[in-house]
């Protein structure tokens, strides 16, 4: 039997870029970091961060869905509306029992926390609200878009960290590929900028740059002065769709998603391996479930933080699987890093950059880490042809993902 191949029909972003793909990616062009300081943090050590602007759930996904969930969910149903919008899909013509969710989350919901433990620790038990044990659970943010468009196939939520977004992706290509399923909305959502115990925490392990003087110049991935990531939040959501049902509707296509691959480094709990042996694991992975050789990948949409370690990790894993990479990327010099959102929007991004056949720039980038040694697209995008990208996660644990996407 011919393997079922899986196509991108619809994406969506909510990021800090914008909200909406378009918003997104006009940014990303422009190459204008969005990070800057915000009221919220001005006590901490770490005074910003990226956020998203003007995000009005209320108007976006209605008041009672907000009164119940927390701000991860918001950003994934406001995105998910987007995405399926995007397909051309119709949920009163679907079989609902072959549609899936599967949504990537991470550090999110603490910031009702801390509102919470605030009135515990009052001892104002009558304060708690009776919404705090469901709006924090992970399957949140996918049951809701469930509960939203009547999906009623698989629906489960991943976390592998940084990887999330990424790793439902892979995972949702799956119940397509095994025939579960015939169309999955994928994706990832994060709100962890959102929340100043995040923050906080974030900061004292050391991974946050803090360049307060500065702070549109702090995410500054594979630069020799970079000093950590700028935390962020957002959704990135993919239709996938088994390419036989999308041609059947007349769907557009706008990319598929031909190859996956997911390791893990064994290594360390927070550092990736310094060879970067799981990357170099996923990206083969993903090349030869693609049928691919690393000649035929034309561009890489690098997870780069800019933190030391993972760059430098990052780089010689791309140079032990290429040899000479092909042009590479960091969409979180200009959005900062979502977390569970990150593999999820970067992803979306690789579709949009295949369409366009253009390469947003890196922020930032002054003056290149000698030990890095890639050929990184700055101050500028940069028109190329392509007809396959790769999308590389990794996650604190030693979580990597890479993803393929080809041109249809």
Same mark, same amino acid.
């Given at each position: ?17 914008g ?15 969005t ?15 990226c ?7 209320v ?11 927390d ?5 994934a ?6 995405a ?12 609902s029992?072959?549609?899936?969710v599967?949504?990537?989350? %991470? =550090? #999110?919901?603490?910031?009702? @926390? *801390? !509102?919470?433990y605030?009135?515990?620790?009052? &001892? +104002? ?5 009776p ?18 468009c ?14 999330s ?9 799956d ?25 906080g ?10 360049r307060?003087?500065?702070p549109? %110049? =702090? #995410?500054?991935?594979?630069? @020799? *002065? !970079?000093?950590?990531?700028?935390l962020g939040? &957002? +959704?990135?959501?993919?239709v ?5 049902h999308a ?17 893990s480094?064994?290594?360390h ?26 000649a ?12 030391q370690?993972?760059?430098t990790?990052e ?27 990150a ?7 690789s ?12 922020a930032?980038?002054?003056?290149p ?37 080809t041109?249809?």
């Amino acid at each position: 039997m011919t393997r079922r191949s899986v196509a991108v029909t619809g994406l969506g972003m909510t990021t800090p870029a914008g909200i909406g793909a378009p918003a997104t990616w006009d940014r990303l062009c422009d190459g204008t970091p969005t990070a800057a300081h915000t009221p919220r943090l001005e006590d901490l050590p770490v005074t910003f961060c990226c956020e998203v602007p003007d995000f009005d759930a209320v108007r976006l996904i209605g008041r009672r869905i907000v009164w119940r969930t927390d701000r991860f969910v918001h950003l994934a149903l406001a995105t998910a509306r987007e995405a399926l919008r995007d397909s051309g899909l119709d949920p009163a013509d679907w079989d609902s029992t072959r549609v899936g969710v599967v949504i990537g989350v %991470g =550090a #999110s919901s603490q910031d009702t @926390a *801390e !509102r919470e433990y605030g009135h515990l620790a009052r &001892g +104002a038990h009558r304060a708690l609200s009776p919404t705090d044990v469901p709006r924090s659970m992970p399957n949140m943010a996918p049951a809701e878009i469930a509960i939203d468009c009547g999906a009623t196939g698989p629906n489960f939520a991943v976390s592998t960290a940084c990887a999330s977004g990424a790793t439902a992706i892979a995972l949702a290509r799956d119940l397509i590929v095994s025939g579960t399923c015939d169309i999955v909305l994928a994706g990832g959502s994060e709100s962890a900028a959102y929340s100043r115990l995040a923050a906080g925490a974030f900061w004292r392990m050391g991974a946050l740059s803090t360049r307060r003087h500065d702070p549109a %110049g =702090a #995410s500054r991935p594979f630069d @020799a *002065e !970079r000093d950590g990531f700028v935390l962020g939040e &957002g +959704a990135g959501i993919l239709v996938l769709e088994e390419s036989r049902h999308a041609r059947a509707r007349g769907a557009s296509i706008r990319a598929h998603l031909a190859g996956c691959g997911i390791t893990s480094d064994a290594h360390h709990w927070t550092t990736p391996h310094p060879t970067g042996r799981g990357t170099v694991l996923a990206l083969r992975q993903a090349l030869r479930d693609a049928g691919l050789e690393p000649a035929d990948i034309h561009h890489v949409n690098a997870h780069a933080t800019s933190t030391q370690a993972n760059d430098t990790s990052e780089a010689q894993a791309l140079r032990t699987v290429f040899g000479t990479p092909p042009p590479v990327t960091a969409t979180k010099s200009v959005i900062g890093h979502a977390i569970a959102g990150a593999g999820a929007i970067e992803a979306a991004v690789s579709v949009l950059t295949l369409q366009s056949q253009r390469i947003h720039p890196t922020a930032n980038l002054d003056r290149p880490d000698p030990a890095v040694d890639l050929d990184i697209v700055t101050k500028r995008p940069r028109q190329r042809r392509m007809s396959a990208v790769v999308s590389t996660s990794i996650g604190f644990g030693g979580q990597n993902t890479a993803l393929v996407l080809t041109r249809p």
